[in-house]
């Protein structure tokens, strides 16, 4: 009998326990607005978060020689993109390099902002290459290379979508996150749509022509990252002091073209870089810069690409 009893006891201790739990984890769950789904949901999140930071392969991204002007070919797990299309006479030079590459489809094609020295060469690729979806800032320009642009568009039924800033899209292993992209037309520099990458624990940051104007909008956003694409080719529009700081890079990309009418980079950019101890890389010195990522170490690579139209 006495067995008996202390077997019921034990039971009964057991009983109460589950029954406080219970009430506990309930009154947790309501006070969060959590059900048991909601709690599963968490864990898988958190597992997937961890998980995007393993990588496989190597991410390749060239900023190539286009002059004065922007193109950036990305590479992930044998999926492209193309960030901007350099000039007019550069396009037909850049299908040739990207054929010579064993490309035949770009997953995305984004045109920054609507200037010549960065959509020109676009409506050549489209014509040439299979092309997934066309990201374009909500900034209509009446310019002939625009509208070279759209018929080049239209002739193969493509349309182009305005992406979202905070939206996210991926390419291979790769994470993009749109940072920003405006609408004001009174200066196109100021639609420049700009995108953060991230690669296992490297990160990048293509910012177009944005102008500090941009850059103070998206001071407070998550920018910190190891490569930057310098704004508007170095000017002195760009590249605040304070953008700086909080982007703080550990290397810094110009696309520039040798002697340009501009004297880009204005040498306060230069300066406000050499400050920082930021690595330096110019296309019209270093000629097509690819930087290649292993998740963890980037290496910078300087290639003669006949992708200069002049």
């Known amino acids: 009998m006495r067995r008996r009893k202390n077997i019921s006891l034990i039971t009964i201790i057991f009983i109460m326990i589950a029954f406080i739990y219970g009430t506990f984890s309930g009154e947790i769950n309501k006070t969060f607005g959590l059900t048991e789904n909601d709690s599963n949901n968490i864990e898988v999140n958190n597992n997937n978060l961890e998980a995007s930071k393993d990588v496989d392969g190597e991410l390749s991204v060239y900023f190539l020689d286009v002059g004065q002007a922007d193109s950036i070919l990305i590479e992930s797990n044998d999926e492209y993109m193309i960030i901007d299309g350099g000039n007019n006479n550069d396009g037909e030079l850049l299908v040739q390099y990207f054929k010579s590459l064993g490309i035949d489809k770009f997953k995305y094609l984004v045109g920054t902002h609507p200037h010549e020295d960065h959509i020109g060469g676009l409506d050549d690729i489209i014509d040439s290459f299979n092309i997934g979806t066309i990201y374009l800032p909500d900034a209509i320009t009446t310019t002939a290379t625009f509208e070279d642009l759209l018929d080049s568009m239209e ?19 790769a994470t993009l996150k749109v940072i920003y992209t405006g609408t004001d037309t009174s200066d196109l520099n100021n639609t420049s749509i700009v995108l953060k990458l ?86 019209d010195i270093d000629g097509t810069i690819l930087a290649q990522s292993d998740g963890d170490n980037i290496s910078f690579s300087k290639l003669e690409t006949n992708t200069n139209g002049g």
Do not use: C, W
């Open 155 to 173: 002739k193969k039924n493509l349309t182009y979508d305005v992406p979202e800033i905070n939206s996210t899209f991926t390419l291979g292993n």
């Open 198 to 283: 991230v690669y296992g624990n490297n990160s990048f940051l293509f910012t177009g022509d944005a102008t500090s104007e941009t850059e103070e909008k998206i001071i407070n956003q998550d920018i910190a990252v190891d490569v930057l694409k310098v704004g508007h080719h170095g000017s002195k529009y760009s590249t605040t002091n304070n953008f700086l700081d909080k982007v703080n890079p550990k290397y810094a990309i110009i696309s520039v073209g040798e002697n340009n009418i501009y004297n880009h980079p204005a040498s306060s950019t230069i300066d406000k870089l050499k400050k920082r101890n930021i690595s330096i890389y110019r296309t």
